[in-house]
């Protein structure tokens, strides 16, 4: 079972930032946080994923609560191009370890 | 460069009917998974390879599922005597290191249609 929990499906209007939040209160201390995205008839594209620190790519940003049991993952400037399902995933340090889905949040960026 | 390819994109199947789907991973990639997408939901782990090794099956549903990777690069998700509760998209993933923090890399995935 997923070990996290995310709202069902959020709007953003484009050229806002989305901020799409995630809870994990179970976190355990050598589990990281990971993100990945879903576009329709396409495969999971990864994000970005973090431990403790924030995090920035050139996707988004990862923030992460001081007590590990949150974070929310920024798009700066979402696009009618960032609509998709997102995830967030919990996973230990591990090149084995397959990755949990749960259902994600659906972003709708509207123009 | 090129990414992790999957092959057909689309496949319909008569219940009963056998079929094959492949994989082909980014070159070099030690890691791969397979994973199943039922409608509206997100992907459920199957069985991962490390080279040629099977090092984990515990997602296929029945022995009906079975993969292979015999040198190490392409796989092939095999299932057999296909059912209607079969139907879902099959994703394949890469990734390149093997015991370390990595990234995995999907491919389009496979969609199984069974009548």
């Known amino acids: 079972d997923a070990k996290t929990t995310q709202p069902p499906s959020m709007d953003c209007a484009e050229g806002r930032a989305a901020n799409l939040p995630c809870n994990h209160s179970?976190?355990?201390?050598?589990?990281?946080v990971y993100w990945y995205r879903q576009i329709h008839s396409q495969g999971p594209q990864y994000i970005i994923h973090?431990?403790?620190n924030n995090e920035t790519n050139e996707m988004a940003s990862l923030i992460i609560t001081e007590d590990r049991k949150s974070s929310t993952l920024i798009l700066p400037h979402a696009t009618l191009r960032d609509t998709a399902v997102y995830y967030c995933i919990v996973r230990v340090n591990s090149g084995n370890t397959p990755l949990v889905f749960g259902k994600g949040t659906r972003l709708s960026v509207i123009a | 460069g090129a990414g992790v390819s999957q092959s057909p994109r689309y496949k319909v199947a008569k219940r009963g009917q056998d079929v094959a789907l492949r994989c082909d991973p980014i070159s070099g990639h030690v890691s791969l998974f397979w994973y199943q997408q039922a409608l509206g939901q997100g992907p459920e782990f199957l069985t991962y390879?490390?080279?040629?090794?099977?090092?984990?099956k515990s997602g296929l549903p029945s022995d009906r599922f079975f993969a292979e990777r015999p040198e190490g690069s392409v796989s092939t998700l095999k299932i057999q005597r296909t059912q209607q509760e079969d139907s879902a998209v099959y994703l394949c993933?890469?990734?390149?290191?093997?015991?370390?923090?990595?990234?995995?890399?999907f491919g389009p995935g496979t969609r199984l249609t069974v009548l």
């Open positions: 179970t976190i355990s201390g050598n589990e990281y």
């Open positions: 993933a890469s990734s390149t290191r093997q015991g370390f923090l990595d990234t995995q890399y």
């Open positions: 390879f490390q080279n040629e090794a099977q090092l984990d």
């Open positions: 973090g431990l403790k």
